[in-house]
Each structure stands twice: as C-alpha cells, then as structure tokens.
C-alpha cells in the first residue's frame, strides 16, 4: 500500500438497485465517479448530489413503483430506517409517512478509502486508545476502517469491530474487505450497543475494539 489514496466505491453494484431510467441517466454521467447519492422522494424529480452540485435527472416525478424497485434490492430496512448492499458500504436510508409507509429514499455511495492512515500511524501503532471527534463527513469511519484492517492485517493484532449501523463494515452479514482480518460484530439497536462491547471482550478475546 502507497501513501496515495486508493479509492474503491463498488459502483455497479450500487447502480443495480436503481430503477432502469435512473440507471442509464447515471451510467452515462460525466461525473459518475464523484456521485455521491441519489435522491428519490415520491412526487419529485429524482436528483443526484455530485462532489460538485445536484443536479435532477428530468421533470418527471418520482412514481411508487421506483421506491419499490429499491426496496426490493436491498436488505430490509432497520429500526433506524437505514438498509444496505451486501458487501458493499452503499447505504440506502428510507422516509416514512405517518402510516409507516416509505415514500422517500437517500441511496448514498460508501467508498472504501485506503492510505489515510499515515497522518496517525505513529499513534495508532503505540497502542493507546483513541478517541476521533468531528462533524459528519470528515472522515471518521473511513479511518476507523483503515485502523482495523491495518492492525489485523500489519499487526496481527485480534481485532473485533463493534458496528452499530454497518457504517464501519457495511450492509450484510459478511463485512466488506476494507475491514480486513478484523472480526464484526453487529449491533441491532443503539441501547444495544454497550452489551454488544462487553460480550465481544468476555467471549472473543479481542486485543482491539473498534467502535462507531
């Protein structure tokens, strides 16, 4: 591994839960590769956020049967209205309605970014815990996941990730590679997560605990 980032986003993979229509807009987009979501809200025109600007895709308003073709594709949704791509780090978050019905969709594109971790190398491998803070979209998880993968991979070290909305690991039950040897463990509520950390050092022997 380089010092130069290396950037992997799985992008068909996460062009194959679009409906059709929205599908070809993007495949033919100039800026495919700095698409960051697509948004779908019922009776709207669907859009794109790029790394620069949004742009929709036509005036035609997003129909129920595009909502259900999402849906359809991913896993099904969680307690925090978030869901996944299956070893990928897509997340796919739903809007309801009063009823509980899914009337709007934020499809965000999960890139896997190796060669960030130089900058905290030396800390990282010291063995001292860390704590990051900072605003969302700085980041954070992206070098959390460098942080497991390096210290599983580089180290050797037993390294069990507490992911508590698949945002360090991805959607699915087997984790993306970015997390590399280290174990994941999932957590399937907030008030849960606690728990999950006690259980993962009493049962697993872990010399590390990555959590989110």
């Known amino acids: 591994m380089t010092l130069h980032e290396t950037i992997q986003a799985d992008l068909d993979r996460f062009l194959e839960v679009l409906p059709d229509r929205v599908r070809q807009w993007l495949d033919g987009h100039q800026n495919l590769d700095s698409l960051k979501e697509v948004v779908i809200d019922l009776g709207r025109p669907i859009g794109a956020r790029f790394v620069r600007g949004y742009q929709t895709m036509d005036q035609s308003p997003a129909m129920r049967a595009d909502i259900d073709y999402v849906t359809s594709r991913v896993h099904e949704f969680d307690r925090d209205n978030r869901s996944g791509i299956e070893q990928t ?43 990051m803070l900072g605003p969302p979209g700085v980041g954070k998880t992206t070098k959390l996941r460098e942080v497991a993968r390096v210290l599983a991979d580089e180290f050797d070290r ?18 993306h590679p970015a997390i590399g040897g280290a174990r ?14 006690i259980e993962a050092v009493e049962n697993h022997m872990p010399e590390v605990v ?3």
């Open 89 to 131: 780090l897509h997340r796919i978050s739903a809007i309801r309605n009063r009823r509980g019905e899914i009337i709007g969709l934020t499809c965000r594109v999960g890139r896997a970014v190796y060669g960030t971790l130089e900058i905290i190398r030396d800390v990282i491998e010291s063995g001292f815990n860390i704590l």
């Open 158 to 175: 037993r390294v069990v990730v507490v992911d508590t909305n698949n945002e360090i690991g991805g959607g699915g039950d087997i984790p």
């Open 210 to 212: 990555v959590v989110d």
């Open 184 to 197: 994941r463990m999932q957590v399937p509520n907030d008030r849960a997560q606690a728990q999950v950390m």
